[in-house]
């Protein structure tokens, strides 16, 4: 059972608008204050349907509330590493993708990924080769940290900002990654195919502070009036559907 409990965004924007999430019991405040407080960060998470558990789903959700802190966060080094455990290779395509996306949203820089395998709970465990590698990339998170060493370098067919290897095919040989937002080609080569990607925009990916930044004053905050204005008639609408459950 979680020792943590977390509640789903209500989709409210109180934490863009008034600085705080509005959802006041259940434990995303703990842990953000953990999160403002931590340079380096190690999250693990079992597949569940050929992707993270759920919760981790519903704490990525949340992310909007570091909204209030980008400027403060702007300027620090932060790194993460993250860890996917699952019952085998070919179905977990999503684990490392959606576990990195975790961090990436909460304003850390992925520097490092394991895979895991095993069928049952715990049972990853047994096997000392995966303790051993989950020390290590402890390890490599602090050396990153202190500028030791550098990020894992992706390989030829990954995103190079966050690892992923899913991506939306956008027309001829051209891609964009689906958790960074990162655009280029595929380019065929000796050992089959490589992503290139195109150099930065203005922003950079979707998870850089600036573009983050971008994101919030250029398009959440302006589509505030919009929606304010069209308020009373969402509401009309929406009542048509409504239908209330009896618990
Ligand atoms: C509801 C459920 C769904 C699962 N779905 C997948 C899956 O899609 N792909 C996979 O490889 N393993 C899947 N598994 C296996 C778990 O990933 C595996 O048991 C893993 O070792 C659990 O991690 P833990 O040791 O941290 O509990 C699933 C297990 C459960 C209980």
């Known amino acids: 059972m979680p020792d943590l409990r977390f509640e789903p965004c209500r989709g409210c924007l109180a934490c863009v608008y008034k600085g705080s999430c509005a959802i006041k019991n ?6 953000l204050e953990k999160i403002l407080e931590a340079d380096g960060l190690i999250i693990a998470a079992p597949t569940y349907l050929l992707g993270p558990a759920g919760i981790v789903k519903l704490v990525t959700d949340r992310a909007l509330s570091l909204s209030p802190h980008l400027e403060e966060l702007a300027g620090r080094t932060r790194v993460a590493a993250t860890i996917s455990v699952a019952g085998n290779r070919k179905w977990n395509p999503l684990g490392v993708e959606l576990l990195n996306l975790f961090p990436l949203a909460y304003g850390y820089r992925v520097i490092d990924y394991l895979e895991a395998y095993a069928p049952g709970p715990g049972e990853v465990l047994l096997e000392q080769t995966n303790v051993a590698r989950a020390r290590e990339l402890g390890r490599r998170v602090a ?31 051209r891609v964009t990654c689906v958790v960074c937002n990162t655009t280029g080609r595929l380019v065929p080569d000796e050992s089959g195919l490589r992503f290139v990607p195109d150099p930065p925009g203005p922003h950079g990916h979707f998870w850089t502070a600036e573009h983050r930044r971008h994101h919030l004053n250029d398009w959440i905050v302006p589509s505030r009036d919009r929606y304010l204005a069209r308020r009373e008639q969402i509401k009309k609408q929406l009542t048509r559907y409504e239908r209330k459950w009896k618990r």
Do not use: M
């Open 143 to 173: 050396r990153a940290l202190s500028g030791e060493i550098e990020a894992r370098p992706p390989e030829e067919q990954q995103c190079g900002n966050c690892y992923g290897r899913a991506f939306r095919l956008s027309g001829q040989d």
């Open 26 to 31: 259940d434990n995303l405040g703990a842990l």
